[in-house]
């Protein structure tokens, strides 16, 4: 059932009339964008076009996802549990045991409905421009899910200047141009730039027919390989060279004196597997510091993009009818591929003429990693990152930005928030309705999370009340999580935990240093039959 009750519908109807028009909604998303990487959260990269939106919005400090790609995108474009539409796990890692069974397509199914399907049944034209990774086939690409125009890569990764993949499984990038298979790259593309061009020329070409629209820029930076045009770099050489342990303590520092986490919190001690920075070499150093500066540039380079989509929206009068909606997709990645199978990486290097010098770094022909060494400065001061429920995977910047809609600007709230009220909050601003569980002849899932709304316009302190769980799960290898009001519990596999389930209060420990199991032991007890209920609920299915 959903959620999203009568009052609420009314309250949008009546704001779209005052309007006279409905609302554009822009929703960005930031790829693998660690928790402290804005310098809204702490960062030390100037992103002054993101800034904007969040001086002009709402700035979330505690806002949710999953810890992993297609699982979080089918959530942000459906507001339903991962479980139920299609991407119990990712296609990739998908078992045996797993194969076959609903909910674990691999792909958004046919169980749910996106919400640029939505908003072109209301009336709206719907773009997308960047990474899809929720199906590749025909009845599963972009535009049989509700996009009018789309220039999309159709898996999780790839080069951002031409067609080699990311990984030996996906060698080759898979791109689609309004549903067309590219043979080769656009000239002079590179993903940010050419992903802005695109959704600006969607939105011009379009603008004669007088439809609102909804624009799904979604940008493939930060996300591995690291590449980016070699003057974007440059600016950031050697501003790395103090090293990540450093870099950690400065940014807890800055997020204290920003108010993004309490005072009394002190930095959790370095993660295990993360060498000091004094321990290494010279030549190490140099290398990692370069990664570093990558990396920089890359998140420099999609923020000036985010200006310029953001101020051809002001040329054009679009912008203050828009909602703005930003948020990264998981927490930033500490994945190596190379590291873990070397000999063949390096065979496929040399295969299509990748070259790992320093000098070649970042650029087109090179294959740079982030690592979980500065992964950790990314999710400080956050446990673990990408693909674990831990917060460094799955708290992330979000927000949200459209104040000729009510929602309150300058504002940052630590409420706990998911992408799952996404969906609700974009269908109460538009004023389009879910049809429910019914839907074309079949049955489908709704959302049922509320609507952000009265907590974007000052009108409630809280999305959801200490009674209410909010349960995460993915791969079907103990990766589990459950959130009751402050309370939280986890359980994860080495060398990440060790199988048992901890209890932290996210209140007074975002760090998930204190495990409050043993001294609260009816509260762990309580909420693991709530996530049981969860997983049967939602039809979980055990990797093996």
């Known amino acids: ?100 069974k609903p909910g674990y397509e691999g792909v958004l199914n046919n169980r749910v409905i996106p919400i640029s399907e939505l908003l072109k049944n209301a009336g709206y034209n719907t773009y997308m421009a960047g990474k899809w990774h929720l199906g590749h086939k025909d ?72 439809k609102p629209f909804f624009a799904y820029s979604s940008y493939t930076a930060v996300h591995v390989p690291l590449m980016v045009p070699d003057k974007y770099i440059n600016k950031y050489l050697g501003k790395y060279d103090m090293g990540w342990d450093k870099l950690r303590e400065q940014r807890f520092n800055r997020q204290k004196q920003l108010g993004i986490i309490p005072d009394y919190l002190t930095l959790p001690p370095r993660w295990p597997m993360v060498p000091a920075w004094d321990s290494l070499s010279a030549e190490e150093k140099k290398r990692n510091s370069k990664i570093k500066a990558i990396y920089a540039g890359m998140l420099d380079c999609v923020d000036e993009n985010i200006g310029r989509l953001i101020k051809h929206l002001k040329d054009i009068g679009e912008y203050d009818n828009t909602l703005f909606v930003l948020i990264s997709d ?137 009674n209410t769980p909010i349960g995460q799960e993915v791969f079907g290898n103990t990766n589990d999580a459950m959130v009751l009001g402050d309370w939280k519990i986890l359980r994860l596999t080495p060398p990440w935990g060790d199988n048992k389930w901890a209890l932290y209060n996210l209140r007074i420990d975002p760090r998930e240093i204190n495990d409050l199991s043993q001294m609260y032991p009816e509260q762990l007890k309580k909420m693991v039959g709530m996530y049981e209920k969860y997983k049967k609920d939602n039809g979980f299915v055990p990797a093996k």
């Not at 904007?52 to 709402?58: E, N, R």
């Not at 700035?59 to 942000?76: G, Q």
């Not at 674990?388 to 309150?408: C, D, H, N």
Request: hydrophobic letters at 35%; glycine letters at 10%.
């Open 1 to 100: 059932m959903a959620l999203i009750g009568f009052s609420t519908w009314k309250k949008s109807e009546e704001a779209v009339a005052a309007n006279g028009k409905k609302p554009n909604v822009v929703l960005i998303v930031i790829d693998d964008l660690g928790y402290s990487d804005l310098t809204m959260y702490g960062g030390e990269v100037p992103t002054p076009n993101i800034e904007s939106l969040a001086k002009s919005g709402t700035m979330f400090t505690n806002f949710h996802v999953a810890p992993t790609c297609s699982p979080s995108r089918s959530m942000l474009l459906t507001g339903v549990d991962n479980h139920r539409n299609g991407l119990g796990t990712m296609a990739e890692l998908l078992t045996p045991a797993q194969e076959g």
């Open 139 to 210: 009845g599963q690409r972009p535009a049989f899910r509700g996009f009018n125009n789309s220039f999309a890569l159709i898996q999780g990764g790839g080069s951002h200047f031409n067609m080699i993949g990311e990984t030996l499984e996906e060698k080759v990038s898979m791109y689609f141009d309004n549903d067309q298979p590219l043979k080769s790259m656009p000239p002079n593309f590179y993903s940010s730039q050419y992903y802005t061009d695109t959704m600006i020329k969607y939105i011009d070409q379009n603008r004669a027919n007088g």
């Open 330 to 466: 998981n927490g930033a990645s500490g994945l190596d591929f190379v590291k873990d199978d070397r000999e063949n990486y390096e065979k496929w290097f040399k295969e299509v003429g990748i070259d790992t010098s320093y000098e070649n770094m970042g650029r087109v022909n090179s294959y740079v990693t982030l690592g979980l060494n500065w992964a950790q400065v990314s999710t400080t001061p956050l446990k673990w990152s990408k693909t674990k429920q831990a917060e460094g995977g799955t708290r992330v910047p979000a927000i949200i930005s459209y104040p000729r809609g009510g929602v309150k600007s300058g504002v940052k709230t630590d409420a706990f928030a998911h992408q799952l009220n996404l969906v609700p909050t974009i269908l109460n601003y538009t004023g389009v309705k879910h049809p429910g569980t019914t839907y074309q002849g079949r049955q489908v899932f709704a959302p049922e999370k509320p609507s952000l709304a009265p907590l974007l316009e000052g009108k409630a302190t809280y999305v959801f009340d200490q």
